[in-house]
């Protein structure tokens, strides 16, 4: 009791409290900086009775406001969205606020269009430099409709509408460091409209051989990338049908949007899962194709093993993965039962063949008949240590291990889990 009573009394001397928060608080958020708190009490106060803010689609973070230097003078204004129902009738609106040191005034208030939800937001600037304008897309009824505010801190300030589209691709296509936008436009075919200048009216038509029936899902590739050794940019359009993925690119010709023909062929034709993607992370996107490796063997009643190759595009229209058009850059096999990818070396390239027997999954030398790998995958619930075995990965539902008296442990870190 003597040492209770000491150390309360050093406690009180020290200037500390002997009181414990009380539980609520520490749920409670941590505060907002000034301003921020600031900026939200001024939107509640702004903000019509009965309104409904929403966040663009494409953001990353939904938020109240986003934050974007309109005037580009090195200071944010703060551009919050809303909604208004009048009769059953959807409208977005827009409220803009200016900050004065740790406080904000409003500096604008904008209707958008008619529409129940915000598909698109980009920010583009304007040939001069001297300011940045919106670009928005509006989804009402299920259809986007483009829309382009230009001067919105100006009394001038315009709203025009572009077009209806189903895809919107917003970047520099041809690479002369101004973005430039692309629009997918449904239908039997469909539409491809380029803008060089995305605020000017002019624009190029093209068309993609889509049919009846044909699929964009969400997970569909409608984006810009670098697709070639020469590092030039193009369009990549992916679409489903008949349970099989197509991909059709498409690059500029004297600002001319024109479909990239390999050989007699004008798209790449594969299974779902083999989108393009920059494997080898150089910078260019390579093309996937899968193909099932003589000898391949799978368990009774499955499909045989395949195996998915990488191809660099060299720029010639030869056949895609038959002819020297397309450079092999890397192999995997990716295993979707068991959610791992095993990235072959350099020197597995077209000599592998894979057997999946039980829980077993094999990597075989065609030439020699070797086994080069050989990974086990264990139900977590199952798995036992043993000095025979090294674990090598865990994942939610498996353990994964290989045989510890073989030579296996080189190609360990070629084993990456996709949960």
Same mark, same amino acid.
């Given at each position: 009791?003597?040492?209770?009573?000491?150390?309360?009394?050093?406690?009180?001397? !020290?200037?500390?409290?002997?009181?414990?928060?009380?539980?609520?608080?520490?749920? $409670?958020?941590?505060?907002?900086?000034?301003?921020?708190?600031?900026?939200?009490?001024?939107?509640?106060?702004?903000?019509?009775?009965? !309104?409904?803010?929403? !966040?663009?689609?494409?953001?990353?973070?939904?938020?109240?406001?986003?934050?974007?230097?309109?005037?580009?003078?090195?200071?944010? $204004?703060?551009?919050?969205?809303?909604?208004?129902?009048?009769?059953?009738?959807?409208?977005?609106?827009?409220?803009?606020?200016?900050?004065?040191?740790?406080?904000?005034?409003?500096?604008?208030?904008?209707?958008?269009?008619?529409?129940?939800?915000?598909?698109? *937001?980009? #920010?583009?600037?304007? !040939?001069?430099?001297?300011?940045?304008?919106?670009?928005?897309?509006?989804?009402?009824?299920?259809?986007?409709?483009?829309?382009?505010?230009?001067?919105?801190?100006?009394?001038?300030?315009?709203?025009?509408?572009?077009?209806?589209?189903?895809?919107?691709? /917003?970047?520099?296509?041809?690479?002369?460091?101004?973005?430039?936008?692309?629009?997918?436009?449904?239908?039997?075919?469909?539409?491809?409209?380029?803008?060089?200048?995305?605020?000017?009216?002019?624009?190029?038509?093209?068309? *993609?051989?889509?049919?009846?029936?044909?699929?964009?899902?969400?997970?569909?590739?409608?984006? /810009?990338?670098?697709?070639?050794?020469?590092?030039?940019?193009?369009?990549?359009?992916?679409?489903?049908?008949?349970?099989?993925?197509?991909?059709?690119?498409?690059?500029?010709?004297?600002?001319?949007?024109?479909?990239?023909?390999?050989?007699?062929?004008?798209?790449?034709?594969?299974?779902?899962?083999?989108?393009?993607?920059?494997?080898?992370?150089?910078?260019?996107?390579?093309?996937?194709?899968?193909?099932?490796? &003589?000898?391949?063997?799978?368990?009774?009643?499955?499909?045989?093993?395949?195996?998915?190759?990488?191809?660099?595009? +060299?720029?010639?229209?030869?056949?895609?993965?038959?002819?020297?058009?397309?450079?092999?850059?890397?192999?995997?096999?990716?295993?979707?039962?068991?959610?791992? #990818?095993?990235?072959?070396?350099?020197?597995?390239?077209?000599?592998?063949?894979?057997?999946?027997?039980? +829980?077993?999954?094999?990597?075989?030398?065609? &030439?020699?008949?070797?086994?080069?790998?050989?990974?086990?995958?264990?139900?977590?619930?199952?798995?036992?240590?043993?000095?025979?075995?090294?674990?090598?990965?865990?994942?939610?539902?498996? /353990?994964?291990?290989?045989?510890?008296?073989?030579?296996?442990?080189?190609?360990?870190?070629?084993?990456?889990?996709?949960?």
């Amino acid at each position: 009791m003597k040492y209770l009573f000491m150390i309360i009394s050093s406690l009180l001397l !020290a200037g500390c409290s002997t009181m414990f928060p009380h539980p609520a608080s520490l749920l $409670e958020h941590p505060s907002l900086p000034a301003w921020e708190q600031s900026l939200k009490e001024r939107i509640d106060r702004d903000l019509p009775k009965q !309104a409904e803010i929403v !966040a663009p689609r494409n953001q990353a973070v939904s938020r109240l406001y986003e934050l974007v230097d309109l005037d580009r003078n090195g200071k944010d $204004e703060a551009i919050t969205f809303y909604r208004s129902e009048q009769d059953g009738r959807f409208t977005i609106h827009l409220l803009v606020h200016e900050r004065q040191g740790e406080k904000w005034r409003l500096v604008a208030r904008q209707t958008v269009a008619d529409g129940r939800a915000i598909d698109r *937001l980009e #920010v583009i600037t304007d !040939a001069r430099h001297k300011q940045n304008h919106l670009v928005i897309g509006i989804t009402s009824y299920g259809e986007n409709t483009l829309y382009i505010i230009e001067q919105l801190l100006s009394k001038q300030r315009d709203v025009t509408k572009v077009d209806r589209y189903d895809r919107l691709s /917003v970047a520099d296509l041809n690479q002369d460091r101004e973005r430039d936008m692309v629009l997918l436009q449904k239908g039997s075919p469909s539409r491809l409209i380029y803008y060089k200048d995305i605020l000017s009216k002019e624009h190029q038509e093209t068309t *993609l051989s889509t049919q009846d029936g044909d699929l964009f899902a969400e997970h569909d590739l409608f984006e /810009v990338d670098t697709i070639n050794a020469a590092r030039n940019k193009g369009l990549i359009v992916s679409y489903t049908r008949d349970a099989k993925m197509h991909i059709a690119l498409f690059r500029l010709a004297n600002d001319t949007l024109e479909q990239v023909r390999f050989g007699q062929v004008d798209e790449i034709v594969e299974p779902m899962y083999t989108f393009p993607k920059d494997v080898d992370q150089d910078g260019i996107v390579e093309f996937g194709h899968q193909y099932t490796p &003589e000898g391949s063997k799978g368990r009774e009643g499955e499909p045989k093993p395949r195996i998915t190759a990488y191809y660099t595009w +060299n720029g010639s229209d030869n056949p895609p993965f038959l002819e020297s058009g397309f450079e092999l850059r890397e192999e995997q096999y990716i295993d979707q039962e068991y959610n791992f #990818v095993m990235r072959f070396p350099a020197n597995w390239a077209t000599r592998e063949t894979i057997e999946k027997r039980e +829980n077993r999954v094999r990597f075989i030398n065609r &030439e020699t008949k070797q086994i080069d790998f050989e990974l086990e995958v264990i139900p977590k619930n199952q798995y036992i240590a043993s000095d025979q075995k090294r674990k090598i990965k865990e994942g939610i539902d498996y /353990v994964y291990v290989i045989d510890a008296t073989k030579e296996y442990e080189v190609f360990v870190n070629r084993v990456t889990l996709v949960e």
